[in-house]
């Protein structure tokens, strides 16, 4: 079974601050992604990456970063937080190659940002 | 870009009764189309999928249609039961990312 882990359940911070959100997926998976939640506005994509070193800016990438240093490791980084960057974040992954395949998703991080 | 509207934002049923979600996409090269479960507090887990060279699909309980011509796909549950509250998501997939509905929030009450 596939397993997506995001390092932290809930996370506090201050604004100003440069906040890190780590997922790691154990199967292998070519293509990941950070998506945020937010009520009434369902997932919003902020960045994918389709390999090593490679990313592509979603719908709403502004004041955000990625890094994928390794193939089972999707970073997101929030350069400087600020509070309306307050939110459900969900990373995802999924097989490469050809589309339509299933996301699998990790269980999410609620970030806080005072 | 891909765009997808999912209605309705809410909907109450009683226990036994049908539930229909409907969601419409605007890219015609989406070819994918997942429907997600989300429970309190849990990640979204996938429920049924459907390939845009198939009609309908179904899973016990669970249907999806979907209609190329006109672009939208749906979500039908039969039967509804207590467990099946939820927020539900549909999604549409045009290239590599999923993008998503802005979900359906689903109480089935007994």
């Known amino acids: 079974d596939v397993k997506v882990t995001q390092s932290s359940r809930y996370l506090v911070k201050r604004t100003g601050e440069k906040v890190f959100l780590e997922c790691v997926q154990d199967m292998d998976h070519e293509n990941m992604f950070w998506y945020r939640q937010d009520p009434g506005l369902g997932l919003r994509l902020i960045y994918f990456?389709?390999?090593?070193?490679?990313?592509e800016k979603g719908d709403i990438p502004e004041g955000y970063s990625v890094s994928r240093e390794k193939k089972e490791r999707f970073s997101l980084i929030l350069e400087s937080a600020s509070t309306n960057q307050t939110s459900m974040y969900l990373c995802?992954?999924?097989?490469?190659?050809?589309?339509?395949?299933?996301?699998?998703f990790g269980d999410g991080t609620r970030l806080s940002i005072l | 870009g891909e765009n997808v509207e999912q209605h309705p934002s809410t909907l109450s049923v009683q226990e036994g009764d049908s539930a229909v979600i409907k969601c419409t996409y605007s890219?015609?090269?989406?070819?994918?189309f997942p429907w997600y479960k989300q429970e309190l507090g849990k990640r979204p887990q996938l429920i049924i999928d459907?390939?845009?060279?198939?009609g309908e699909k179904k899973d016990q309980r669970i249907a999806v249609t979907l209609n190329k011509t006109a672009k939208h796909f749906s979500l039908h549950i039969t039967e509804t039961q207590p467990e099946d509250s939820a927020v539900y998501f549909c999604a549409a997939l045009p290239g590599t990312a999923l993008i998503f509905g802005k979900g359906t929030t689903l109480s089935v009450s007994s």
């Open positions: 995802a992954s999924t097989l490469g190659g050809i589309g339509n395949q299933p996301q699998h």
């Open positions: 459907i390939r845009s060279n198939v």
């Open positions: 890219d015609s090269a989406s070819n994918y």
């Open positions: 990456s389709y390999d090593v070193k490679m990313k």
